[in-house]
């Protein structure tokens, strides 16, 4: 149990296009989504807190204009990168708390985004 | 704010053995959550062994167990009869007791086994 995905795992854009990121909970409910930012041979990096139903909330210097967040339901929440620069290029992870599970974190397997 | 440090960028082990991957955080905060989690070459992150601060009795899970040092804010990790399958980067988490579920990563340390 507690699986998330997400979708797609890879995706290369252009410039200046956005580009949407799926992070679904399979067989729970989450009324909170986390999003992360790794790179390469680094951490993970924190965004954004999703919250079902309500605004996201950005860690400090995200840029929620550049990275919108929407938690339409308690099993989907989704980033888009807006007007994605080459600098975007990162591998995100979504992750998903289940309640009442010890703030424990079940994370997708990641997105590979790359902006030529 | 809390900050969590794992002071091993690398470590390497011989099959079989035993290894221990260190972690310390700062907290102002009595009831907490600890984690241990892995991620192998596949990128998923997945769950090790947690801890919860209230809790003086050391987890374990099988081969995995940690020594929590609460007075020393101390977290470490211990991998018993290391097998291949064990190599991967791995990444000590603290997250804050009730109200608040956010994860905070320390830097990560790589392992190595040696077959």
């Known amino acids: 149990g507690a699986v998330v995905s997400q979708h797609p795992s890879r995706v290369i854009c252009k410039s200046g296009t956005s580009v949407k990121i799926e992070c679904r909970s399979l067989?729970?409910?989450?009324?909170?989504m986390f999003w992360y930012r790794q790179f390469p041979k680094q951490s993970l990096m924190l965004m954004a807190t999703?919250?079902?139903?309500?605004?996201?909330?950005?860690e400090q210097g995200v840029e929620k204009d550049k990275f919108l967040i929407n938690h339409a339901s308690l099993t989907l929440s989704t980033l888009t990168v807006t007007s994605a620069h080459p600098e975007d290029s990162s591998f995100y992870i979504c992750?998903?708390?289940?309640?009442?599970?010890?703030?424990?974190?079940?994370f997708g397997p990641g997105t590979r985004l790359t902006v030529l | 704010a809390q900050t969590v440090t794992q002071s091993q960028p690398e470590m390497s082990v011989q099959e079989a053995e035993t290894v221990t991957l260190s972690c310390t955080y700062d907290?102002?905060?009595?009831?907490?959550?600890l984690f241990w989690y892995k991620q192998p070459p596949s990128r998923q992150m997945i769950l090790v062994i947690r801890?919860?601060?209230?809790?003086?009795q050391n987890a374990t899970e099988n081969r995995f167990s940690v020594n929590f040092q609460k007075a020393a804010k101390s977290f470490s990790l211990k991998i018993s009869d290391s097998q291949l399958g064990d190599a991967a980067m791995y990444f000590c988490?603290?997250?804050?007791?009730?109200?608040?579920?956010?994860?905070?990563f320390g830097k990560g340390t790589k392992l190595s086994v040696i077959p």
């Open positions: 992750s998903a708390r289940l309640t009442d599970s010890y703030n424990e974190q079940f």
């Open positions: 067989d729970f409910q989450a009324t909170t």
């Open positions: 999703s919250n079902e139903g309500s605004k996201a909330t950005y």
């Open positions: 907290t102002s905060e009595s009831d907490y959550y």
């Open positions: 801890q919860e601060a209230y809790k003086q």
């Open positions: 988490a603290y997250s804050p007791g009730a109200g608040s579920y956010q994860l905070t």
